[in-house]
């Protein structure tokens, strides 16, 4: 297998998975059976804006002297739009619980008194591209943490699209719970990062029983090769000599009750 190319363009928006978190900012896997997130189906936009620096004109001797730039004091914000609702990713976002009415199913909405304690997720969104060469690769965004608000959306004739206000966090660690470092990624805090891979990438999680060796991958998104399984973290440390599979990972010490084990990896 190859790596992709850092030079691509892309052509269109895919898929977007949002994930609970635990206390600790890992995926919030809650047994040996693979966790995914909740998928936000139907992804039409996730747009993330950046603010501008803060641009300074110095003045001298009645005229422009010189100009410089200081960092924004506002952080990136953006909004997601979706085609398809999800009650079950609203009550991640909401922090309110699905319930029922005989056989129908509710969801609390609009301003409640779990308003202002929304929790923080995790999100990760595609989107395919082309390189220069026209090669398939798949340009990706990862939000370690970030505060995502479901705004209700209105009646009318038109197809439905439901928005999500995003507010990405500013963090010091990798979905996976790797710190940032100058010496690797250039930065030690950041509120985004960018992938580009070969395939769909993915990102997984378990949670350990003192049991179980061996964590599976759901059966319908199996990685592409073990290649393309690029980390497996217990509780924020990379295993650097997990056995790997197709089919799954097994972490090189028997993961013990409770500890969080993640994965990041491509699918077909």
């Known amino acids: ?43 039409k936009t996730l747009e993330l804006n950046e603010p501008e620096p803060r641009i300074i004109n110095i003045s001298g001797d009645d005229r422009l002297y010189a100009m410089d730039a200081l960092p924004a004091l506002e952080g990136m914000n953006g909004t997601l739009t979706i085609a398809r609702t999800n009650m079950a990713l609203e009550a991640i976002v909401r922090a309110v619980t699905n319930f029922t009415v005989g056989e129908a199913k509710g969801l609390v909405g609009g301003i409640t008194d779990k308003s202002g304690s929304e929790p923080q997720c995790g999100l990760m969104a595609y989107r395919q591209a082309l390189t220069e060469a026209g090669a398939r690769v798949y340009e990706s965004v990862v939000i370690p943490r970030a505060l995502l608000f479901a705004r209700n959306s209105g009646y009318n004739e038109n197809a439905a699209e439901y928005a999500f206000s995003v507010v990405p966090q500013l963090v010091t660690k ?47 998104r199996q990685a592409v090769s073990t290649d393309k399984i690029h980390g497996v973290w217990v509780n924020g440390v990379k ?22 084990v993640v994965c990041f990896y491509e699918v077909a």
């Open 1 to 43: 297998m190859t790596a992709p190319s850092v030079r691509f363009t892309g052509s269109g928006f895919r898929y977007c998975t949002v994930y609970a978190l635990d206390s600790n900012g890992y995926p919030a896997a809650s047994s040996t059976t693979v966790y995914e997130g909740v998928q936000a189906e139907g992804a």
């Open 174 to 220: 990798h979905l996976w719970g790797t710190a940032l470092a100058a010496n690797v990624e250039g930065a030690t805090q950041a509120q985004v990062i960018r992938f580009v891979t070969q395939y769909k990438p993915y990102v997984v999680a378990w949670k350990g029983d003192n049991v179980v060796t061996k964590f599976l991958f759901a059966a319908a």
């Open 239 to 260: 295993d650097a000599t997990a056995t790997l599979a197709t089919d799954g990972v097994t972490p090189t010490s028997k993961p013990g009750s409770g500890d969080m």
